[in-house]
């Protein structure tokens, strides 16, 4: 079954600090992997899309990284703001109908 | 912001009862999709399209039908709800690139139902 996990289910980091997020998958022939952001009660933002022929993707603070041979990817978020406080999701394209599976997210909480 | 709006944003219905979810689109993608969102489950996919009149099962599809007789609009509907269904709906599109790659997709705002 193809599967994406998410560790730690929550993390709680002091401003400033440089943090690194986990996702692992359980099938490599993936389409493309995707980072959202979700606040409380709202929906899902996209942060990041990496299709499988790339190894990473930028896009200010947040780098997300691909290892499909490991079954990995990571969202490294530099220098941590308060704003940052959110769940993280994880999800992985696999499928004829590209469908999105998601991990059930890192749950991060920075503090001032 | 990706042009894609559901309604309603809330619901409250009984036990029993038939309710439609609507999700609209203004980006003229090809695939809409329909996620439920829950405590410890995570998002699961429900039904899925990928194309006016084309549409297939996703993970938890029990108890759910859906249409889409136009690109822009794609219905979930539960033919009679049931509190397991008490959750949040999310609605999603995407588009291919010419190599089948998919691009970014992209959610809705969420509908909260609850049913009593």
């Known amino acids: 079954k193809q599967e994406v996990t998410q560790i730690p289910a929550a993390l709680s980091v002091p401003e400033g600090e440089n943090l690194v997020l986990n996702c692992s998958f359980t099938?490599?022939?993936?389409?493309?992997l995707q980072w959202f952001r979700q606040d409380p009660g709202k929906g899902l933002t996209s942060l990041l899309l990496?299709?499988?022929?790339?190894r990473e993707q930028t896009s200010g603070r947040l780098n997300a990284s691909l290892d499909k041979s490991s079954g990995r990817s990571t969202l490294y978020i530099a220098a941590s703001q308060p704003g940052d406080s959110a769940t993280y999701l994880c999800?992985?394209?696999?499928?004829?109908?590209?469908?999105?599976?998601f991990g059930s997210g890192t749950q991060l909480t920075v503090l001032p | 912001d990706a042009g894609i709006t559901q309604s309603p944003r809330h619901k409250v219905t009984e036990t029993g009862t038939p309710v439609t979810l609507r999700c609209h689109q203004t980006e003229n993608h090809r695939y809409m999709y329909w996620y439920r969102q829950d405590p410890g489950h995570g998002l699961r996919l429900i039904h899925y399209s990928y194309g006016v009149k084309d549409t297939d099962k996703g993970e938890v599809s029990d108890g759910y039908s859906v249409s889409r007789s136009k690109t822009e609009d794609f219905l979930l509907t539960l033919e009679s709800a049931t509190s397991s269904q008490t959750s949040v709906y999310f609605c999603?599109?995407?588009?291919?690139?010419?190599?089948?790659?998919?691009?970014?997709?992209?959610f809705g705002p969420g509908t909260r139902l609850t049913v009593t």
């Open positions: 999800a992985v394209s696999w499928g004829s109908a590209r469908q999105l599976t």
């Open positions: 990496i299709q499988s022929s790339q």
């Open positions: 099938d490599s022939a993936i389409y493309n």
């Open positions: 999603a599109i995407s588009e291919l690139r010419v190599t089948g790659d998919p691009y970014e997709q992209y």
